[in-house]
């Protein structure tokens, strides 16, 4: 299995709170995304980065920010939780250079309430 | 219109049955993916593919670049296939786009 945490895994919290969730990776991968997972939508790209301090938004990014100010760590906050933002948080990895990473590994998700 | 469609939605076979999953994009891509999500686990790549043919198991996916159409088939079919099946495209600026997924149930 590829070497990528999500923590937390569980997360209940207030609206108006902010939150953040943390994806860890151990592959040394280029590429990093965080997309939610909601019934009817499929998985919607929040944010990504291609690099160490280098990220663009995605399809539905508004209410939400990243960092990685590291390789191996990118960060997802929700500034003011809304109960919208209640859904299966997933981070992935790749890496397109021929000699590695021939498909894209998933963190085990994460699971967030906005009550 | 998505950039990634699926069909059919849902699909519910006898087990033993060759089955198909067909994916369309609309976009310029650098590969395709297929994935397995079964109920309440995680996502796990199947293929990656930029053209022709790769074969895993009982699993065979194909990809059409000309017809930007790729499929996936399960052959003899069982109820441990049951799960929700992904495409996913790498479009040219780096982002990852994900079809709604097909969820297919083998009866026993």
């Known amino acids: 299995d590829a070497g990528i945490t999500q923590s937390p895994r569980h997360k209940v919290t207030e609206t108006g709170t902010p939150v953040t969730l943390r994806c860890h990776q151990t592959?040394?991968?280029?590429?990093m995304y965080w997309y939610r997972q909601d019934p009817g939508h499929g998985l919607r790209l929040i944010h990504y980065s291609y690099g160490v301090k280098d990220t663009d938004k995605g399809e539905v990014s508004d209410g939400y920010s990243v960092s990685r100010s590291k390789t191996e760590d990118f960060l997802l906050t929700l500034e003011s939780a809304t109960s919208s933002q209640t859904s299966v948080y997933f981070c992935?990895?790749?890496?397109?250079?021929?000699?590695?990473?021939?498909?894209?590994?998933f963190g085990s998700g994460t699971q967030l309430s906005v009550l | 219109k998505n950039e990634v469609e699926q069909s059919p939605q849902n699909l519910t076979a006898q087990e033993g049955e060759f089955i198909t999953i067909n994916c369309s994009y609309s976009v310029g891509i650098s590969a395709l993916h297929w994935l397995q999500q079964h109920p309440g686990g995680g996502i796990v790549s199947l293929f990656m593919?930029?053209?022709g043919k790769k074969k895993h198991g009982r699993l065979i996916a194909t990809i059409n670049i000309q017809e930007k159409h790729s499929s996936l088939h399960i052959t003899a079919s069982h109820p441990r296939d049951s799960a929700v099946y992904i495409c996913a495209v790498n479009s040219w600026d780096d982002k990852i786009i994900f079809g709604k997924g097909t969820r297919l149930h083998i009866l026993p």
């Open positions: 593919l930029s053209s």
């Open positions: 992935a990895i790749s890496d397109w250079r021929t000699d590695r990473g021939e498909k894209l590994f």
């Open positions: 592959e040394n991968h280029r590429y």
